[in-house]
């Protein structure tokens, strides 16, 4: 039996946001799921629905994207002659997926090994090397936007562990700009809302024309950037986080900095402001 169409549109947004971790970018991770969704429309029987939703979508995702063809469509950020644009690499190595499946999706060890069509050991493995691979970006200056002091701390404390160096927390806008011109941070983890109404969207805007930099946006609204009518962080957690999930995502914010230099995509105020009411619908 099928998985109910209602079901798939419900792990869609996670299976968007798992793509954009992959590739680095928003646009390379929708082709992706879009030729996807375009196979299992034409056979629908390769997404069962005899268990857990997510689990079965993206199991049928892994087993179909290893026989997709490039997407035809030139990226917006790179030359249509790109490598990346010609093969499926945007999906990357095995531990690299292991680890995003593990920390950022929330699949048990098993369960991703299930996904990926590994036995258990191996995929332990994998998660254990994927792990040891982020401290090669060890030593990365992070800028902290947030408001709420526990959860500034929680976060400052993830990113210490991860063998990195906060150079300050802000809980407004003028304080985040200031010190990004201050210290040209490596990496920005950002709140939407901040003391006093100031926006961390708009914090982060101002930040990117000082100089380009990735950004992580922690929110506790997450619906309300993954609806597609526009495009979206490449980088996102959902408040209350897994420490876990926070360093995997610092991981690999770091290491597609390299491969794909270009400005973040950062939401306006006004449309996540709309797509908040709309989530809280």
């Known amino acids: 039996m099928a998985l109910h169409s209602d079901s798939m549109v419900r792990v869609l947004p996670y299976l968007r946001r798992y793509t954009r971790a992959l590739t680095g970018t928003q646009e390379r991770g929708d082709r992706y799921v879009r030729q996807f969704l375009e196979v299992v429309l034409a056979d629908p029987e390769l997404v069962s629905g005899g268990g857990d939703p997510k689990l079965e979508t993206f ?58 069509g590994l036995t258990a050991d191996d995929a332990r493995e994998k998660l254990l090397q994927a792990r040891l691979d982020l401290q090669k ?11 709420e002091a526990v959860i500034a701390m929680d976060i400052v404390v993830t990113v210490r562990s991860a063998g990195h160096t906060v150079v300050g927390v802000a809980d407004t806008e003028a304080k ?10 490596d990496l920005i983890l950002a709140d939407v809302q901040l003391k006093d109404g100031d926006s961390g969207i708009e914090a982060v805007e101002k930040i990117m024309r000082i100089s380009e930099v990735p950004v992580i946006f922690v929110t506790g609204f997450p619906e309300a950037f993954l609806t597609g009518d526009k495009v979206e962080p490449t980088f996102l957690l959902t408040k209350p986080f897994d420490p876990e999930a926070l360093t995997a995502t610092i991981g690999q914010a770091l290491a597609t900095r390299a491969k794909a230099p270009r400005k973040a995509s950062v939401p306006t105020r006004k449309n996540v402001a709309r797509r908040r009411r709309v989530a809280a619908a």
């Open 59 to 116: 199991r049928a995702f892994h087993q179909v994207c290893e026989g997709l063809e490039p997407a035809a469509e030139p990226s917006a950020e790179m030359g249509a002659d790109d490598e990346l644009e010609r093969q499926i690499a945007a999906l990357p190595e095995l531990d690299r997926q292991i680890l995003l499946l593990v920390s950022l999706e929330g699949f048990s060890v098993a369960n991703a090994a299930e996904i990926l």
């Open 137 to 147: 970006d060890a030593g990365a200056r992070v800028l902290v936007i947030e408001d």
């Open 176 to 185: 985040a700009v200031a010190l990004s011109e201050e210290f040209r941070p």
